[in-house]
């Protein structure tokens, strides 16, 4: 929820406006969001008596028999429109259904939308809301790790043109996220391997101790889901604080600077390079793999800099190769990182802006990195990553098991 506060001054020649906006939402832990006795989620649509669900449609596969019994049960129509949504139809084309079902819905004006996916759905879905009557409410779901620990912690939203991510987007905060992190027990490994790397991100260069949970017990987080699957109490002790720390670094990261007016941002770690590489390959990168390519890089910058110590860069590489996360790609050149450089200086200003860690659990941003010395550190990182498992290569790296899916 937003509100603006603005002043006026006036001369006989001229007026000025300020205004600030103020903004408001809530993270609200849920055990068992469509469970029937749950009454969250009822309440915030008993005024209108209806609900509009935008759904990721395997998460409606999956949950779809709970979540019209919970509706029924509270007296609420329900109105679904169910979404595929990989990288390559977060367009404005899909963004346009949506809308046209904003449309056929008849949605009041004060009535939030509600969005149930993953990051990639709520970007769209977000965006559609964003620009439907220029601002309409919505409340978020989150079923993927990405979802539940990254994406719905900002406010911003956003859909692809061409080969640019995000190129088109608003900032527009949800009333409200209901985190539910039950979900992940349905949740392939690939999905799950995708968030873990927006939680090493999150460790690397803002909080050490969420770093030490992921060296100590990543793959088997990786395994049983976070404990959602079969993994002990003991385990699901470790899941629930470490995911807990990461939702509130993220926060206290991010929440001073929402509409990232200072682009000295800690979180992009991992996206100096990422945007340009993730869409470069015919089926492209999962999220997760293209920023941890990204944050790799930037970790091996960082030692050859005297930043950290070749001990931790190898504690950083390690973590990511253990959990199935690519180092490196061919796809992975000078000569994207030269055009990549080229774009990310659009965005941020005129500097790099490149959040590297110094140590591991601080960051430390460097703007003087030359075409050369990234020629040279790639050289250099390619051979460290030989002596990784897989050579640096990931798991199920590529969207191309969805693109299929979505073209059949």
């Keep these: 929820m937003s509100a603006i506060e603005a002043h006026v001054t006036a001369t006989d020649r001229a007026f000025h406006v300020e205004g600030y906006e103020k903004i408001e939402y809530d993270l609200l832990y849920v055990d068992g969001v469509f469970s029937v006795d749950q009454p969250e989620l009822a309440d915030s649509y008993r005024r209108y008596g209806r609900c509009l669900m935008v759904i990721d449609e395997t998460v409606y596969s999956i949950y779809g028999q709970d979540i019209h019994r919970y509706f029924d049960h509270h ?59 220029r601002n309409t409410p919505y409340i978020r779901i989150p079923t993927t790790l990405i979802g539940l620990i990254d994406a719905s912690v900002s406010i911003k939203v956003a859909v692809n043109h061409g080969k640019h991510k995000n190129r088109l987007g608003a900032y527009h905060a949800s009333q409200k996220v209901l985190l539910d992190f039950a979900f992940l027990h349905s949740l392939p490994e690939d999905q799950v391997r995708n968030g873990m790397a927006e939680l090493i991100k999150i460790a690397t260069v803002g909080n050490a101790e969420i770093f030490d949970m992921l060296d100590e017990h990543g793959p088997e987080l990786l395994r049983t889901r976070f404990g959602h699957l079969d993994g002990s109490a003991e385990l699901r002790a470790v899941a629930d604080r470490l995911t807990y720390l990461a939702i509130e670094t993220m926060l206290e990261l991010e929440a001073p600077n929402l509409h990232e007016l200072m682009l000295d941002r800690v979180i992009a770690f991992g996206h100096t390079w990422s945007p340009t590489l993730e869409l470069t390959p015919p089926a492209p990168f999962f999220h997760g793999h293209a920023i941890n390519i990204d944050m790799a890089l930037s970790t091996t910058l960082a030692e050859r800099r005297g930043l950290i110590s070749v001990n931790d860069r190898d504690r950083v590489l390690g973590v990511m190769s253990r959990l199935g996360l690519a180092l490196d790609s061919p796809y992975l050149t000078t000569e994207l990182l030269v055009s990549a450089t080229d774009s990310i200086l659009r965005t941020r200003d005129g500097l790099l802006r490149a959040a590297v860690p110094k140590p591991i659990g601080r960051c430390e941003f460097l703007n003087d990195v030359t075409t050369d010395e990234l020629a040279d550190v790639l050289t250099a990182h390619r051979k460290i990553c030989s002596e990784f498992d897989r050579e640096g290569a990931g798991i199920e790296m590529f969207t191309g098991a969805q693109l299929a899916d979505i073209d059949g």
Excluded: H, M, N, W
């Design 75 to 133: 007296g609420l129509d329900l109105v679904i429109v169910p979404v595929g949504i990989a990288e390559t139809a977060k367009s404005l084309s899909t963004f346009e259904t949506i809308v046209q079902k904003f449309d056929e819905f008849g949605l009041v004006r004060t009535e939030p939308v509600l969005v149930v996916g993953g990051g990639l759905t709520t970007d769209v879905a977000g965006f559609a809301c964003a620009s439907y009557r």
